[in-house]
């Protein structure tokens, strides 16, 4: 990527890596359950 970010790429990076941080969190509680129901 070249030259710097706006604010409005700031931004949607920082509501896209958000998302990613909760969806890794719901997988990782998925994992547990799937372990603990084998």
């Known amino acids: 990527m070249e030259g710097a970010l706006t604010p ?3 931004e949607k990076i920082r ?8 969806l890794a969190i719901c997988k990782e509680d998925l994992e547990q359950m799937i372990r603990e129901l084998g």
């Open 8 to 10: 409005e790429q700031a």
């Open 15 to 22: 509501v896209i890596k958000a998302h990613y941080d909760a």
